[in-house]
């Protein structure tokens, strides 16, 4: 099984800010690590697939970058709508599909 | 405008059984590989199964193996759950997810889920 760990556990940051956030897989993933934002009482939604390909409607403030087993989520300025929970998920070696332990980002 | 929503979920004692469906529209059912995720309180999200668009193939993580079974009516655009023999660390929210074509699973549209709890 694929284990993805990502740091740091909180990001304190204000808007208008950069976030950079990590995501480490046991082993090689290639490119197919995906991003999804989750917000409180609601369900994950795609922001990027493999690696670096936003999903429909994303803006582009979000940006993903890596590869094998290192992976990068940007986002360049956040927005208030932004601070929220951050997983990353690998499709490459399933099942089980994987996703990582998450990143909140908050409003310093 | 692709929905999902996913509805059965419920409260129940330890061994009990459950049946989770999944109504699914805006997009070509029969194409596309769906998965079902869960996601207890305060913790991130956990991949349970998948089947493929024809249904011809499933797959479980094997905290499940045995217990739950997954399936489709591709007739009727939706998407089950049988889960049986359930455990108080099976309760969390079920999220129907779409995947992609085959079993390219790129989870691209989720509902917004379908609570279960499993307690004496």
């Known amino acids: 099984e694929v284990v993805l760990t990502q740091s740091p556990a909180t990001l304190s940051l204000s808007p208008g800010e950069s976030a950079t956030l990590s995501c480490r897989a046991s082993?090689?993933?290639?490119?197919?690590l995906a991003w999804f934002q989750q917000k409180p009482g609601q369900a994950p939604r795609l922001l990027i697939y493999?690696?670096?390909i936003r999903a429909t409607g994303i803006p582009a403030r979000f940006s993903g970058s890596g590869s094998e087993t290192d992976f990068t989520l940007t986002i360049s300025s956040l927005e208030p709508e932004d601070f929220a929970i951050y997983y990353c998920?690998?499709?490459?070696?399933?099942?089980?599909?994987?996703f990582g332990g998450g990143t909140k980002v908050e409003i310093k | 405008e692709v929905q999902l929503l996913e509805s059965g979920g419920g409260f129940l004692q330890p061994g009990g059984s459950l049946r989770l469906s999944c109504a699914a529209s805006?997009?070509?059912?029969?194409?596309?590989?769906m998965t079902w995720v869960r996601q207890a309180p305060g913790k991130g999200p956990e991949w349970v199964s998948a089947?493929?668009?024809?249904?011809?193939?499933?797959f479980y993580t094997d905290s499940v193996k045995g217990r739950f079974t997954i399936s489709r009516d591709n007739s009727k655009n939706t998407l089950f759950l049988q889960m049986n023999s359930l455990r108080a660390e099976d309760s969390a929210i079920y999220y129907c997810?779409?995947?992609?074509?085959?079993?390219?699973?790129?989870?691209?549209?989720w509902g917004q889920g379908t609570s279960v709890t499993v307690s004496p």
């Open positions: 493999d690696t670096s």
């Open positions: 082993q090689s993933v290639a490119k197919y």
């Open positions: 089947i493929t668009g024809s249904g011809d193939r499933t």
């Open positions: 805006g997009f070509t059912f029969t194409t596309y590989a």
């Open positions: 997810a779409k995947g992609g074509r085959d079993t390219n699973m790129i989870l691209d549209y």
């Open positions: 998920q690998q499709r490459y070696s399933w099942p089980p599909l994987t």
